[in-house]
């Protein structure tokens, strides 16, 4: 990640990766089918090293980990990089509630990967 100042100025930059907002609006809004459609057909979600792909992973996980489980995510600092972003955000759920860090790559406008990192 950049330095402090840096990734002050890009906090709730809502323009700076729109397959990463695709992603937090269809969270937000407890919508399955805008999750899997923010994802490329051969899209992953990387849990903590549990990885689920495609559109029947990406299902399963938003079912039980994130809409299913009421789940609400706000971005709080963001940087990107070509197309991956970094991404620092808060997370409040019947599964999990904390603050945590995500790697994201896009491709073709749509998200490829969704990689939540273990926290230390």
């Given at each position: 990640?950049?330095?402090?100042?840096?990734?002050?100025?890009?906090?709730?930059?809502?323009?700076?990766?729109?397959?990463?907002?695709?992603?937090?609006?269809?969270?937000?809004?407890?919508?399955?089918?805008?999750?899997?459609?923010?994802?490329?057909?051969?899209?992953?979600?990387?849990?903590?090293?549990?990885?689920?792909?495609?559109?029947?992973?990406?299902?399963?996980?938003?079912?039980?980990?994130?809409?299913?489980?009421?789940?609400?995510?706000?971005?709080?600092?963001?940087?990107?990089?070509?197309?991956?972003?970094?991404?620092?955000?808060?997370?409040?759920?019947?599964?999990?509630?904390?603050?945590?860090?995500?790697?994201?790559?896009?491709?073709?406008?749509r998200l490829?990967?969704?990689?939540?990192?273990?926290?230390?």
């Amino acid at each position: 990640m950049q330095d402090v100042d840096a990734r002050v100025r890009s906090r709730h930059d809502r323009n700076s990766s729109s397959p990463v907002q695709a992603l937090v609006d269809a969270i937000n809004a407890a919508d399955a089918d805008a999750f899997v459609a923010a994802f490329t057909e051969d899209g992953t979600v990387d849990d903590w090293g549990r990885v689920l792909r495609g559109p029947d992973g990406l299902r399963s996980w938003a079912a039980s980990d994130a809409i299913g489980a009421g789940a609400r995510m706000t971005v709080l600092e963001s940087t990107t990089d070509g197309d991956t972003t970094e991404l620092r955000f808060s997370w409040e759920s019947r599964v999990f509630t904390g603050v945590s860090t995500a790697i994201a790559t896009a491709r073709g406008g749509r998200l490829e990967s969704f990689r939540i990192l273990p926290e230390r």
